[in-house]
């Protein structure tokens, strides 16, 4: 529990900050030696201010014109898998079925 409250908290600070991860998995996380945890890999990861705040963010959508949304697949929230706009929530949803 007490590694579920830290990530919440690293989380929290993103979101004031306006940053969703958009990529929350197990790993992404890091235990440091002193039991601390690190939010990792901040690659997708985007403003909440954006007015193109959707989970996909590339302008070229391929030969096919579909492109898979960005991210693990497995850890998406349902927005994130639609591509519809996104919240800080979205970052919330890992913890739906995760063991840490």
């Known amino acids: 529990m007490d590694i579920a409250i830290e990530i ?15 990529d929350i998995k197990p790993g992404n996380l890091f235990l440091t030696r002193k039991g601390q945890v ?10 909440t201010d954006s007015e193109e705040l959707v989970a996909e963010t590339s302008v ?6 579909t492109q898979p949304p960005m991210g693990t697949t497995s850890y998406m929230s349902p927005e994130q898998l639609r591509k519809e706009r996104l919240d800080p929530r979205t ?9 840490l």
Request: one cysteine or more.
């Open 8 to 22: 919440c908290e690293g989380l929290q600070a993103a979101h004031v900050e306006g940053i969703i991860h958009r």
């Open 38 to 47: 690190k939010i990792l890999d901040f690659g997708l990861a985007q403003a």
């Open 60 to 65: 070229d959508a391929g030969l096919s014109g």
């Open 91 to 99: 970052d919330l949803f890992f913890f739906r079925d995760c063991s």
